[in-house]
């Protein structure tokens, strides 16, 4: 149980195009997914919170108008790369929390790797 | 605001071998506790979680950790290391809340194990 898909796992884009990732929970609801950046050898950087029906909460420094995030379900949340630049070349991963369950438990997705050239 | 160190960037063991890696937080009470492992190109598996209770935590794969409030500390161990432990381990902690609370992670140790 407890299963996060991400779709795509890889994906490379030009410069300038918007990339979709979508993060599904695919056993359960979660009424809040966090979606974080995590650049080689690095550790996980928290980007946003959502919430299932609200607006995203982004962390300080993340451009909310450049990764836009849509919560729109309780079992899938959306971040959408807007005119991306290869300096946005990371690795997204998204964790869903449970609506019932444990306190504080995040199980994460595989990630997707996103190259723009 | 939490933090969290993981003061060793990089381990190498033999397989066989005992693994202690270090974690410590920075906080005013006692946050969630938990260890991630993440193997390269994956995502994050928690192998054990702290919440409050017994400081000796039992997780998956073998994988034990204890609290230590005194020293702030989280140590991940195992006893006996598989080359199949070769991973990034990450510590994290996350603010005690009746709502989804925000998890910092540490900046992780690279476990290479020989044979």
């Known amino acids: 149980g407890a299963v996060v898909s991400q779709h795509p796992s890889w994906v490379i884009c030009k410069s300038g195009t918007s990339v979709k990732i979508e993060c599904r929970s695919l056993d359960f609801q979660a009424t809040t997914m966090f979606w974080y950046r995590q650049f080689p050898k690095q550790s996980l950087m928290l980007m946003a919170t959502s919430n299932e029906g609200s607006k995203a909460t982004y962390e300080q420094g993340v451009e909310k108008d450049k990764f836009l995030i849509n919560h729109a379900s309780l079992t899938l949340s959306t971040l959408t790369v807007t005119s991306a630049h290869p300096e946005d070349s990371s690795f997204y991963i998204c964790?869903?929390?449970?609506?019932?369950?444990?306190?504080?438990?995040?199980?994460f997705g595989p990630g997707t790797r996103l190259t723009v050239l | 605001a939490q933090s969290v160190t993981q003061p060793d960037i990089h381990i190498t063991v033999s397989e066989g071998a005992s693994l202690e890696l270090r974690c410590n937080y920075s906080?005013?009470?006692?946050?969630?506790l938990f260890w991630y492992v993440q193997s390269p190109g994956q995502g994050l598996q928690l192998l054990l979680k702290?919440?409050?209770?017994?400081?000796l935590v039992q997780g998956i794969k073998g994988f034990e950790a204890e609290f230590k409030r005194s020293q702030s500390s989280f140590n991940l161990r195992k006893p006996s290391v598989h080359w199949s432990d070769a991973a990034e381990y990450f510590c994290?902690?996350?603010?005690?809340?009746?709502?989804?609370?925000?998890?910092?992670f540490g900046t992780g140790t690279r476990l290479q194990v020989t044979l």
């Open positions: 994290a902690v996350a603010i005690p809340s009746g709502t989804a609370s925000k998890l910092t």
């Open positions: 906080y005013g009470a006692t946050p969630y």
């Open positions: 964790s869903a929390r449970p609506r019932e369950g444990g306190r504080n438990e995040q199980f």
């Open positions: 702290y919440f409050s209770g017994d400081t």
